[in-house]
């Protein structure tokens, strides 16, 4: 996947007049034995194409917590690192639309909502605060479409051995769910990359409206009569962003948790009433407020 966005990208470069500048970056995560053939290998390529390649290392296996989430959000950081040293506008990374159907499968599995539903996007920012956009430019491509490239390219390729292996979730949702919603639904993966689009823009704009009635994630009250008049669905939307504010997993907390509380922020009732939202978070409705708290 990777290799076939460096080719587009290596094409798209030879077609600009003045040409972009293009850089390529090599994670060394040190989890892996072929991982130093997989570096010569990129290096091969890199010189073919007269692309800079800058090799960053991380350890992931180094750190506390979990492997899989440190190596993420250390590759990213590389990155980062590299395109401020470059002076980039964008890093361009290789998800594909076979990798958006397996998001939102998982997120949908997870009982996510509209956040996790609309997976990933097709840019934003690196960080929180960074100029730097991340870029998805494959979004609407198959894998398929990345091995005929790379084929037509006359290139080889290297296969990461995780990617296969089946005691993960997401290799083994790749191996025996996707090819069966491939079957039943031809093209599938471009169709689902179109509703995270949709979901995604439903959910900034509801996001936009949430920030608006119930201020920043900070804040955990707000007076009744500012909220009574909003939509359930609204309400409902803000109670749910101040759970995952609280708690790391609010997978606890349901859309029938939330309405209950939304209704009775909007009834005329006066007398106080409390609501478990889940993760030992609880919801009171007062006469004239609106409070959550962790318990």
Same mark, same amino acid.
């Given at each position: 996947?990777?290799?076939?966005? *460096?080719?587009?990208?290596?094409?798209?470069?030879?077609?600009?007049?003045?040409?972009?500048?293009?850089? =390529?970056?090599?994670?060394?995560?040190?989890?892996?034995?072929?991982?130093?053939?997989? *570096?010569?290998?990129? !290096?091969?390529?890199?010189?073919?194409?007269?692309?800079?390649?800058?090799? +960053?290392?991380?350890?992931?296996?180094?750190?506390?917590?979990?492997?899989?989430?440190?190596?993420?959000?250390?590759?990213?950081?590389?990155?980062?690192?590299?395109? !401020?040293?470059?002076?980039?506008?964008?890093?361009?990374?290789?998800?594909?639309?076979?990798?958006?159907?397996?998001?939102?499968?998982?997120? #949908?599995?997870?009982?996510?909502?509209?956040?996790? #539903?609309?997976?990933?996007?097709?840019?934003?920012?690196?960080?929180?605060?960074?100029?730097?956009?991340?870029?998805?430019?494959?979004?609407?491509?198959?894998?398929?479409?990345?091995?005929?490239?790379?084929?037509?390219?006359?290139?080889?390729?290297?296969?990461?051995?995780?990617?296969?292996?089946?005691?993960?979730?997401?290799? @083994?949702?790749?191996? +025996?769910?996707?090819?069966?919603?491939?079957?039943?639904?031809?093209? %599938?993966?471009? @169709?689902?990359?179109?509703? =995270?689009? %949709?979901?995604?823009?439903?959910?900034?704009?509801?996001?936009?409206?949430?920030?608006?009635?119930?201020?920043?994630?900070?804040?955990?009250?707000?007076? !009744?009569?500012?909220?009574?008049?909003?939509?359930?669905?609204?309400? =409902? %939307?803000?109670?749910?962003?101040?759970?995952?504010? *609280?708690?790391?997993?609010?997978?606890?907390?349901?859309?029938?948790?939330?309405?209950?509380?939304?209704? =009775?922020?909007?009834?005329?009732?006066?007398?106080?009433?409390?609501?478990?939202?889940?993760?030992?978070?609880?919801?009171?409705?007062?006469?004239? +407020?609106? !409070?959550? +708290?962790?318990?």
């Amino acid at each position: 996947d990777s290799l076939a966005l *460096l080719t587009s990208c290596v094409a798209i470069r030879r077609g600009q007049s003045p040409p972009i500048s293009l850089s =390529a970056v090599f994670v060394h995560h040190h989890l892996r034995d072929a991982a130093d053939e997989d *570096l010569t290998h990129v !290096r091969g390529i890199c010189e073919l194409f007269h692309v800079p390649l800058h090799v +960053e290392h991380v350890y992931p296996a180094n750190q506390p917590g979990n492997i899989a989430a440190n190596a993420r959000a250390q590759r990213y950081d590389a990155m980062l690192n590299v395109a !401020r040293r470059v002076n980039a506008d964008y890093v361009a990374v290789a998800h594909h639309g076979d990798d958006q159907l397996e998001t939102m499968v998982m997120m #949908l599995c997870r009982g996510a909502g509209l956040d996790g #539903l609309s997976a990933m996007p097709w840019r934003r920012s690196i960080a929180p605060g960074q100029r730097v956009q991340l870029i998805r430019p494959l979004l609407d491509a198959r894998k398929v479409d990345c091995q005929s490239l790379c084929d037509v390219a006359g290139l080889s390729w290297r296969e990461d051995a995780s990617n296969v292996d089946r005691s993960r979730s997401r290799a @083994r949702l790749r191996a +025996e769910v996707l090819p069966v919603l491939e079957s039943l639904w031809p093209d %599938a993966a471009r @169709r689902a990359a179109a509703t =995270a689009d %949709a979901l995604h823009l439903a959910n900034s704009m509801l996001q936009e409206r949430v920030e608006h009635v119930f201020g920043h994630g900070e804040q955990r009250q707000w007076p !009744r009569d500012a909220l009574r008049t909003q939509p359930i669905a609204l309400i =409902a %939307a803000g109670l749910l962003r101040t759970v995952a504010a *609280l708690v790391n997993d609010c997978n606890d907390t349901t859309q029938r948790h939330l309405l209950a509380v939304a209704e =009775a922020v909007r009834d005329d009732e006066r007398r106080p009433r409390s609501f478990d939202l889940g993760g030992n978070v609880r919801a009171w409705v007062m006469a004239s +407020e609106l !409070r959550v +708290e962790l318990i």
